[in-house]
């Protein structure tokens, strides 16, 4: 299986961001971590290796990204403000820099979005915000709005709001989008959703599913036994749903 290390200094974050590809040819995967985690971990969980044979017969190339959580979302000594605005510059990495070198990498032009736990709310976030730059979003265990205390997962923000916080919601931009443009792209979109049914982020994955269905978006929703947020069962999902 081919296996490549790519460095380099990101003007958008300012600073070095690291990633792997794995794979020859096939839909590229653009594959966001969980919130702690590091482009590596993947490939350490055995993720990788459950997707081999797909990897190896050219039918996934995958580009396992870091996160930049741990500088925003999570990062407890910044402001609101400067939580959103960091996770804003990530968002700009990602699209001006890792989707034009995944572009350049891959012989084909799908795209999918995927990720678990925080990796799912970057990939669904990302692949709405801009549905014409993907073909799929694969979102597994992920919640999908930075603003609500779910369980244990406390608010992101801690009751900061503005039209950033707004808009990297989707559970919020969702309800109001009306655009008919933008729906048609999102209608073209192969979207899959999983979750745990005792996950804390279960009732959040149904406002979404009950969003989608209004808005006439076709999705797939699916509610796994369990808590079902770890990496034995995203080894599981990924082999479904990618």
């Given at each position: 299986m081919k296996r490549v290390y790519q460095k380099w200094f990101s003007k958008a974050v300012n600073r070095d961001m690291e990633l792997l590809a794995f794979g020859h040819g096939g839909?590229?995967?653009l594959f966001f971590p969980t919130r702690s985690a590091r482009f590596f971990?993947?490939?350490n969980w055995g993720m990788i290796d459950a997707l081999?044979?797909?990897?190896e017969n050219g039918q996934l190339q995958l580009f396992c990204v870091d996160s930049l959580d741990q500088e925003a979302f999570y990062d407890m000594h910044s402001s609101p403000e400067a939580?959103?605005?960091r996770h804003l510059q990530y968002e700009r990495y990602i699209l001006e820099e890792v989707i034009p070198f995944i572009n350049k990498e891959s012989k084909d032009a799908y795209l999918i979005s995927a990720g678990c736990s925080m990796g799912a709310f970057h990939a669904l976030n990302i692949a709405f915000k801009h549905p014409g730059k993907f073909n799929k979003v694969v979102a597994m265990s992920g919640r999908y709005d930075i603003t609500l205390q779910l369980?244990?997962?406390?608010?992101l923000?801690?009751?900061y709001r503005?039209?950033?916080t707004y808009f990297n919601s989707p559970t919020q931009y969702l309800s109001n989008l009306d655009d008919p443009a933008i729906l048609d792209e999102l209608r073209q979109l192969s979207i899959i959703i999983a979750i745990g049914e005792k996950d804390a982020f279960l009732d959040n994955n149904y406002q979404l599913d009950h969003i989608l269905h209004s808005k006439g978006i076709n999705h797939e929703f699916y509610v796994w036994n369990g808590e079902a947020h770890k990496p034995k069962y995203w080894k599981q999902m990924i082999n479904i749903y990618l």
């Open positions: 839909a590229a995967v971990d993947y490939e081999r044979s797909k990897i939580k959103i605005d369980g244990a997962f406390q608010d923000l801690q009751g503005n039209i950033n």
